[in-house]
């Protein structure tokens, strides 16, 4: 596993403070809020594969959002409390970095609004 100074030096600093210190990054300002190609979207961390453009849909929220992970073996999640809420959080399971929240106001067919953040993801196109 990474120490931070080696997490510091591998990712741009607004990768940092979303994947490694939990920030968020601004709504609308990310570079797949409205994106639409097909593909799969990685871990900016460590490559792990996350998400599939087949879940992704644009529900308002200024951030991408997913209706279900590409596997669930991908990511973890644990109860977030911080900013007066009670929120669910979605990190990637094999580096830890921080992805966004999961909330159970999604479209069929899992009901579910996984709301991550851009910076924390590549994407990889289907050719």
């Given at each position: ?15 940092y ?64 409390l ?46």
């Amino acid at each position: 596993m990474k120490d931070e100074k080696q997490w510091k030096r591998e990712l741009s600093e607004d990768e940092y403070r979303v994947l490694r210190e939990k920030a968020t990054e601004p709504p609308f300002t990310g570079r797949y809020c409205g994106h639409d190609e097909p593909g799969v979207y990685l871990c900016a961390g460590c490559g792990t594969p996350l998400f599939s453009s087949e879940a992704k849909y644009h529900c308002g929220c200024g951030w991408p959002s997913f209706f279900a992970p590409l596997d669930e073996q991908g990511i973890e999640t644990e109860r977030d409390l911080s900013h007066g809420m009670v929120r669910t959080e979605v990190h990637c399971r094999r580096c830890g970095g921080h992805l966004g929240h999961v909330f159970d106001d999604g479209p069929p067919p899992t009901g579910r609004r996984y709301c991550i953040n851009s910076v924390s993801l590549r994407f990889k196109d289907r050719s």
